[in-house]
């Protein structure tokens, strides 16, 4: 199927993209400035998961300043990860999207910038990503290499099995090693030195791969329809009217998951309260009430299921290192 006339693209008239002067307007949209905060939160949230883990199981404990300054360091690397990652899956996904009624007004489909200056920009994220990266401990580095691999091979997934979410998943969760080995906690050396702490970490790591699937198979359920009459590979596709039923046994596993990581940290009951209530909570609503077959519902439960998912699981690990920090006083 060609490509769309550029006749056929309407300049967004609301939010952050609308802002922009009509030059700018193509990167802005390259690097999805109007899907910046659910983007980010998807991208950054296992890191958090990490760091907030790290702070609760290590000693002497960690600091608030600590904490935060640390934090902040990786979001704002992540940032940058972002612009990059979404970029480079457009350069790599151009002939795929203009198969796809929803992606066919994307910037390099469209034409509205060539692939070259594309390229430009993915480099230059990347770069300043790294840059950022570079000011965590050293431990921090061989784990970002491997992440950033990840995402490099994520857009490659979908042209050789409909499993991509759990790909994604992987991607997404291996974030989660940077933010422990930024605080000195490496996954192998912790296994070496308290197996039972590392199992934790795992059970964790699976807990948000979980979540990936989750949103990501809810997300593609948008395109099924174009994914099928063009041969693209999608877990939605081969799921089709068994998504919910999977989904809930997936998010079974995750609550059993993460109760199991409270229970190997001496977890509070904010930690339950937050962690296991609240995605056990978020997921009952998302499957009652999303209709898969509706798009525009798949959108946004997909952005509730990152927020109110990952929210839970990031606040219960917080209200951990709250009760902990406050115990110590």
Same mark, same amino acid.
């Given at each position: ?248 046994? =997936? ?6 998951? @993460? #109760?199991?990581? !409270?229970? +190997?940290?001496?977890?509070? &009951?904010?930690? $339950? ?25 798949? =959108? ?6 990152? @927020? #109110?998912?990952? !929210?839970? +699981?990031?606040?219960?690990? &917080?209200?951990? $290192? ?8």
């Amino acid at each position: 199927m060609a490509p769309p006339s550029k006749s056929t693209y309407e300049p967004p008239k609301l939010g952050l993209l609308s802002l922009l002067p009509p030059s700018l307007l193509p990167l802005g949209e390259l690097v999805r400035l109007d899907k910046i905060a659910a983007g980010i939160n998807g991208f950054y949230l296992p890191f958090l998961f990490g760091s907030l883990y790290s702070a609760c199981i290590t000693q002497p404990r960690i600091s608030v300043l600590q904490l935060t300054t640390t934090c902040g360091t990786l979001f704002i690397a992540v940032c940058f990860l972002h612009g990059w990652a979404v970029a480079y899956n457009d350069i790599l996904d151009r002939d795929l999207d203009a198969k796809v009624e929803r992606c066919r007004n994307r910037v390099l489909v469209r034409g509205a910038m060539t692939v070259q200056t594309a390229i430009i920009i993915v480099l230059v994220h990347l770069a300043c990503c790294l840059a950022v990266f570079a000011l965590l401990s050293q431990q921090c580095w061989p784990y970002t290499v491997v992440h950033i691999i990840l995402h490099f091979s994520y857009p490659l997934s979908k042209r050789i099995t409909d499993y991509t979410p759990f790909v994604l998943g992987l991607t997404f969760a291996s974030g989660m090693f940077v933010g422990t080995a930024a605080f000195g906690i490496e996954p192998f050396t912790l296994w070496r030195e308290d197996p039972k702490l590392a199992i934790g970490l795992g059970c964790l790591f699976a807990s948000s791969v979980i979540w990936t699937l989750e949103f990501e198979t809810i997300y593609a359920h948008q395109d099924v329809r174009d994914d099928e009459k063009a041969g693209i590979k999608s877990l939605a596709v081969r799921l089709k009217d068994r998504t919910k039923t999977i989904i809930g046994g =997936l998010a079974t596993l995750q609550v059993l998951l @993460l #109760t199991l990581v !409270g229970q +190997i940290i001496g977890a509070g &009951l904010g930690f $339950y309260a937050f962690a296991c209530g609240g995605t056990t909570l978020s997921m009952g609503l998302i499957l009652g009430n999303v209709r898969l077959e509706k798009p525009h519902e798949c =959108l946004k439960f997909f952005l509730i299921t990152i @927020l #109110t998912v990952g !929210g839970s +699981i990031a606040l219960g690990l &917080l209200s951990e $290192y709250v009760r902990l920090s406050v115990s110590k006083l």
